[in-house]
């Protein structure tokens, strides 16, 4: 779609039409407050843009740091300008493109962050707004008012500069990431052009510009590296800055207009004529608010207090900020293989915070904006085609690959089912099936085992079972697409959380060696999570409901388990992970893996426990102040679960048409839906008191289910929810009244497990396998896989010398799993563990005896290969049991900075005859940088011994707090340390 001359007019003449109306009424779009989610750690910016636009022209107020990630953050106190690309809630920084600031006076070419004086300016809360599409700031040092508006492809700047100062605007292209190379070029008295190439998130980011200003351009004056050089109207580098002054005599005002392209500065040239010609800044800031009420209108509320609107229109609006636009006016864009291609009329989009999005904001897009669904997946299809994979998290033509699963996958399938059908659903479900038959992050151990094994993989636990729920939605779509046997191969797939199933804890763990992973704390935050810990990911099976209840032994007993995640200890151990925010128990509501867990209880008969938890999260976690956003926004998820749940219901399943009926917000919600239909939710003696639903009626019709069907809202109709101060505990019950999904044809058996799943043992090790009941468990020791035919196991395993053991299981009408592998390593008897400082519980690598075990950490520390010791000395005692002669001794450590690892600042050897008395025999100084990004292993060798004493100690003495450089200023660092290799 294009905010062009024609529809901005036709917006116009709207506006004017309905303005006797307007005046008593009021329109959506002035409940939202842009500011909400600019403070605490929502990452929001409150700035101008369209919906789903090119452009989000905003002020920025931070150069960097995870809250610097949308720019601005609300208590900060300077601008630096106004640059024309935000990101709307993410957890990593990037964008921040093509920046403009208005000065007075002398021009500085630094911005002020180093505390010398800078081109920045002071602002206040008490002299800035922000609505749709419009933004304004009193810039105090300079004494100019800043307003900005925005079209979709165009940031529209309007500059009030004091009567008697001089007229300037600085451009600067070295504002925010790492440039690649850069250009701007004076075209005419009244335009600029330019180029700014970047590498951050996005690693090869392209932004074309063109800007037309209201009047001509008297003096201007270019800066490479903050140097002026000479030009004639142009200049290039990594380094770009210019500055432009107009003259004062003719009037206070000056309006830019700049519009911007991934394609070329022609295009960016045809982006700005298309949009912009002809309009003021007036005409268009009232057509952006206008486009802002019509899509805010597709849900209408009534009730509820003012600060419920606000929250509510808020959200809405922010799911509403990204995908954003990436072709220009013409349908042309920039591909996932850097070339152009056009994509006609159906848009061409980028912005895919997909780990997020496919939860809740994708699944509201099909209810609301279908029209726009298909164009968002008709863009997955094209980066598919021209960059060989569906998009994980793709940002500006990059893909990034933040984040784990292959989550386009249910986006595609929730629609096809939902019968938006603007694609080709062949070629779509060939992308599908592309993504997760790859050979990366993991795929290759899951395919092979059934799951990803902790040790081979990181965030082995998330990985699995998110793997599974995407297979999940490739069975339906190639079931709904007549091909059975690829339905079949996902179904079985889809069951791969099975093997991760702890049946004597509840929890989701991870298999370590052929066994679990241990030590085992449901609340450690470790790397076989993503984000989280076991309790926020032992609940992540929606695509198979019904056995994830069996597996607990009723759903009684899952209630009491998920019960339980509500009111344990909100305390979590292990690392610290900024994203878990907005604790119940265990239960964090500021990060995605726990959106649809409160849902649950709809599962399980017990729908009033729904109505109560998730009352209680929309009046915590959601406010109007701007830190009212609990945890990241994340590109729209966070404001689309708080959307749904106002409404009163939630996809807790993308890719089934149920929707669990939760507790509305209102009295009254109505959907107006692009069929022409409507769907009303009635919320009858609604009261803050009153949150529990004690009878249904859909379409005048009693009903007793706690779900909705996505065709029963598409049809239109009214549902009706009388509330009450008490639940009603049986409403939701009974078969057919519960929500429910399961897993259709052939039934996988759980892969059987190892105890110990220690890798190495002294002398003998006894191992038990257990299987699921009724099954029988086969095994062997000789490195061929198991079968039928192999030795049936009965009594424990012992095990005297290395051995390599495969086992599996078997069960009449399951499908026998993978053969498993657990390797004992008999440790020599000559070198032993006498003791070693305390190391972190998740960064244990294999217990005691990690530092002889003769197997030696990767490059990649989250494998589970180090033992982690955080702001100490790490020291470990080892005895000899032989007399040999000790001619060299080394301890394997391990530096990645971006991670507070840093390399120890020196290596001492000390030796002693009883154990008790040691004597510093040598110390090796670190060499290598201790500000070299990346991953790097080091031996600290000490070679040339001669030393016959039987107890050696090493200890690897900690390099301190991160330096001032470092992002980590202040905090202790950590040391890794793996093997102990001594020579004779």
Known sequence: MNLSRSLVSSILLLTLSLSVSAQQSINPADFVDPFIGTGGHGHTFPGATVPFGMVQLSPDTRL??????????????????????????????????????????????????????????????GRESAHPGFYSVFLEDYGIEAE?????????????????????????????DKVTGSWIRVVSPYEIEGYRGSTGWARDQKVYFAAKFSKPIIASGFALT?????????????????????????????????????????????????????????????????????????????GGTKDQKTVFYTALYHTMISPNTYSDVDGSYLGRDFKVHNAGKSGYYTVFSLWDTYRALHPLMTIIDRKRTGDFINTFIHQYQQGGMLPVWELSANETWCMIGYHAIPVIADAWLKGIRDFDGNTALAA??????????????????????????????????????????????ASSLGQDSLSRVFNIRAQSYKHLFDPSTGFMRARFNGGWFKPFDPAEVNFNYTEANSWQYSFSVPQDMNNFIMLHGGKDKTAEFLDRLFSVS????????????????????????SHHIAYLYNYFGKAWKTQEKVSTIMKEFYTTRPDGLIGNEDCGQMSAWAVFSSMGFYPVCPGSEEYAIGSPVFEETVINLENGNSFRIKALNLSSDNIY????????????????????????????????????????????????????????????????????FRKEVMVSLTAEPGSVITYTTDGSNPGPESEVYHLPIRITETTSLKFTAAKPGFISPSPQVSIYTKMPESVEIISVSEYASQYSGSGRNNMIDGLKGSTDFRLGGWQGFEGKDAEAVVRLTDDRTIRSISLGCFQDINSWIFFPASVELWTSDDGLNFSKARELFNDFPSDKWGSYVKEFTFDNLDLKNRYIKLRAVNAGVCPAWHPGNGNPTWIFTDEISIGF
Request: aromatic share 10%.
């Open 148 to 176: 900005l508006t925005s079209t979709i492809r165009a940031g529209i700047h309007r500059y009030t500069y004091p009567v008697g100062k001089n007229q300037s605007v600085l451009v600067d292209l070295a504002h925010r």
């Open 64 to 125: 960097e740091g995870w809250d610097g990630c949308g720019g601005y953050h609300y208590s900060d106190e300077y601008v630096y300008g106004f640059s024309h690309t935000h990101l709307s809630g993410t957890g990593v920084p990037d964008y921040c493109d093509v920046l403009f600031m208005p000065f007075t006076g002398a021009v500085r070419w630094n911005n002020g962050s180093d505390g010398t004086k800078g081109y920045r300016s002071h602002f206040s809360h």
């Open 432 to 477: 599908m099936v592309n993504s997760a038959t790859k050979d990366i992050f993991g795929l290759e151990h899951y395919k092979k085992y059934g799951f990803i094994p902790a040790g081979l993989e990181s965030e082995s636990v998330s990985k699995t079972l998110e793997y599974a729920y995407d297979d999940w939605c490739i069975a339906r779509m």
């Open 570 to 593: 909100s305390e979590t151990t292990g690392r610290e992970q900024s994203d878990i925010t907005g604790l119940i128990g265990q239960y964090a509501h500021g990060n995605e893996p």
């Open 693 to 760: 639903i004690r009878q249904a009626i859909l379409n005048n019709k009693k009903i007793n289910r706690s779900y909705l069907t996505h065709s029963e809202i598409m049809s239109g109709g009214v549902l009706e929810l009388v509330m009450g101060p008490d639940p009603e505990k049986s409403f939701g019950t009974g078969a057919g009244n519960e929500p429910s999904t399961g897993i259709d044809g052939e039934i996988v058996l759980a892969a059987p497990v190892a105890e110990p799943s220690d890798r190495i």
């Open 226 to 302: 903050d140097s002026v050089v000479n030009t004639n109207g142009f200049i290039e580098g990594k380094n770009v800055k210019a500055w432009l002054g107009f003259d004062e005599k003719a009037g206070q005002s000056l309006t830019i207009n700049v519009a911007l392209s991934a394609v070329s500065v022609e295009n960016a040239r045809m982006n700005l004529e298309s949009e912009t010609s002809g309009l003021d800044f007036d005409q268009i800031r009232q057509a952006a608010a206008s486009f802002w009420n019509r899509e805010l209108s597709k849900i209408d509320v009534k």
